[in-house]
């Protein structure tokens, strides 16, 4: 009899267990880079940023070079490939080979943002998007985009 008890309340357990399942959030995310040429105008010439000092940063109103990094996650109902990793990567990138979006002279910040959007068109308004755009890997954002 105490096995019997032992073996229903196994079940249940794992039937608990299971229900679990059911109410996690699932999230694929992918990486890639792009190169890109931006500058920040502002560095030129406000008081904050051209300080003269230590932490000038004037130098960053001229356009110069980074390798832009992205870490792009997107949430997905079931656990078997609801969306390839390979080819929402792939189609990510092509945004920015066929100039859908464009790189340059903008912000982290704006990037990720039009990179939501496009994100959004494709996919829908019923998934959170996390976005992460560095520069070089050093320095970036992380924007969460919840669902509408």
């Known amino acids: ?9 196994e ?9 679990q399942l059911h109410k996690s959030k699932r999230m694929i995310w992918v990486t890639f880079q792009k190169e890109g040429i931006h500058k920040y105008p502002a560095a030129l010439d406000d008081p904050k940023l051209a300080t003269g000092d230590w932490d000038d940063v004037s130098f960053l109103g001229y356009p110069h070079r980074h390798m832009f990094h992205f870490r792009v996650a997107i949430e997905v109902f079931h656990d078997d490939r609801e969306i390839e990793f390979i080819q929402f990567s792939r189609w ?27 994100i959004r068109k494709r996919y829908g308004s019923n998934r959170e998007v996390h976005i992460e755009v560095s520069e070089d890997g050093e320095n970036g954002c992380v924007v969460t985009f919840p669902k509408a």
């Open 1 to 9: 009899m105490a096995e019997m008890d032992n073996m229903m309340l």
């Open 11 to 19: 079940a249940m357990r794992e039937d608990a267990m299971r229900a």
């Open 92 to 118: 990510m990138q092509r945004l920015y080979n066929e100039e859908v979006i464009e790189l340059d002279f903008k912000s982290c910040e704006m990037i990720a943002d039009d990179l939501f959007l496009e």
